[in-house]
């Protein structure tokens, strides 16, 4: 499965803003994981259209996050430390059962219990 | 009429090199519908037309620089048609691959992936031109520095071997007269072959979808196959004549000892293999798509 970078030229975010928030979302996604490459500076400018200084803005804020290290011949790649986050969806439900089950009293053990029981294959 | 024969036997088997490669892989065919074709189609007329071009002016400049070519070359000309006509063709490829590729409009999509050099390269073919330029280095080296000047004092041009009483000189040559001027010109063309094969790779993709992306793949292995071949043109041509005028030399000389005289037939058997090879090479410049997926 390949991944795309879409960004709208027109829209008032700029360019590298887009691809940068896009690069991030996929990393906190796992879509990306440690060790995949980014594609070159150059070639992904070329794909998209954009100099070369846009594209590498984005991925030098993704460096100052800490999401990808570059290195001299070994390219972009997505840091060890960029571990996946949770989608934001999954937090809410979480946050949903958590405060729930603490309307009805449960101690947090008992409540990770219950979670650990759902896992359980039937 | 050295020249009719050798022109007339690399039709021949440049035909038999285009029937021995008959697959011929259709960009698009078998692996999308017709989004794939009108996506691709732009692509591959026109690197074909500059292709075509690239190879029509190649030949023009091979032919004039073997006609036109003042006498005082002393057959220069025949070992720098080849690169001449060679530096053509990558040309035409290049132009293909660089020309009408600037995305428009505003909304605009890139796949995160890493295109290299080396996953469009046709695996056989480049060992082949490894190995050929090799024996071209080697070749050239040990012929430069067996050669001895001729009658005018140009170095290089002639070998001259000594029996007992007997001084025996034989060329054309191929020493450091020839030899320097075709490695620099099989230099420069393998130098404007590397940033061509960069271009294959920076080309971006005509749309989106996993059938254009492997039509596409299709279309610069294509791109990367016509580049290796003409580098295969580059080197295996002068390695013709090198091959076979080192053995003429070598195997008319008559002080030649047996050992000269068994490297001359090595090096005419070479000449003849670079031959065919060269030929072959040719084909797969002109018509990438028909040696695809082998």
């Known amino acids: 499965m390949t991944f795309e970078v879409r960004v709208d030229t027109a829209s008032p975010v700029p360019p590298y803003e887009q691809i940068r928030a896009q ?10 994981v440690a060790g995949d490459r ?10 998209l259209g954009l100099a070369v200084g846009t594209v590498g803005r984005a991925y030098r804020e993704l460096e100052a996050a800490g999401k990808v290290s570059s290195r ?22 979480a946050a949903d059962y958590v405060e729930a089950a603490r309307r009805l009293g449960t101690a947090d053990r008992d409540l990770i219990a219950a979670v650990q029981r759902a896992l359980a294959p039937q | ?32 519908g017709t989004d794939v074709s009108a996506a691709m189609r732009p692509i591959v007329r026109r690197s074909t037309i500059t292709r075509f071009a690239g190879f029509g002016i190649g030949l023009a400049a091979a032919a004039a620089i073997l006609t036109a070519a003042p006498p005082n070359w002393l057959g220069l000309e025949a070992a720098l048609a080849a690169p001449a006509f060679a530096l053509c063709l990558l040309a035409g490829v290049l132009i293909g691959e660089i020309t009408g590729t600037v995305p428009t409009g505003p909304d605009r999509a890139a796949p995160i992936e890493v295109r290299s050099v ?19 280095a080697v070749l050239l080296t040990a012929t430069s ?10 170095a290089g041009r002639f070998l001259t071997l000594n029996c007992q009483d007997l001084t025996a000189s034989t060329g054309p040559w191929p020493g450091v007269y020839y030899s320097l001027p075709i490695a620099a010109s099989v230099l420069i063309g393998i130098a404007a072959a590397a940033p061509t094969l960069h271009a294959v790779t920076r080309r971006r993709r005509p749309a989106s979808g996993d ?36 053995g003429m030399a070598m195997t008319g000389n008559a002080c030649a000892t047996a050992a000269v005289t068994a490297f001359g037939w090595t090096a005419l058997a070479l000449g003849l293999t670079a031959f065919i090879a060269s030929c072959w090479f040719a084909a797969m410049a002109v018509f990438p798509y028909r040696a695809a997926q082998r």
């Open chain 2, 118 to 136: 080396r996953s469009y390269l046709p695996r056989f073919m480049t060992g082949a031109v490894i190995v050929l330029g090799a024996v071209l």
């Open chain 2, 1 to 32: 009429m050295p020249l009719l024969l050798i022109a007339g036997l690399a039709t021949v088997l440049l035909a038999a090199a285009l029937l021995a490669t008959r697959r011929r892989a259709t960009v698009g065919a078998g692996v999308g």
């Open chain 1, 38 to 47: 980014l594609p070159p500076v150059r070639q992904l400018a070329a794909d």
């Open chain 1, 23 to 32: 690069l991030s979302e996929l990393i906190d996604q796992g879509r990306l």
């Open chain 2, 145 to 154: 520095l067996m050669g001895s000047a001729d009658d005018m004092s140009r």
């Open chain 2, 211 to 246: 059938a254009v992306r492997a039509a596409d793949d299709d279309a610069r292995r294509a791109s990367a196959r016509a580049i290796v071949a003409a580098c295969g043109v580059l080197v295996a041509a002068p390695l013709t004549g090198t091959g076979l005028y080192t």
């Open chain 1, 72 to 93: 001299r011949g070994g390219g972009t790649r997505v840091t060890a430390e960029a571990a996946p986050r949770p989608p934001a969806e999954l937090a809410r439900l």
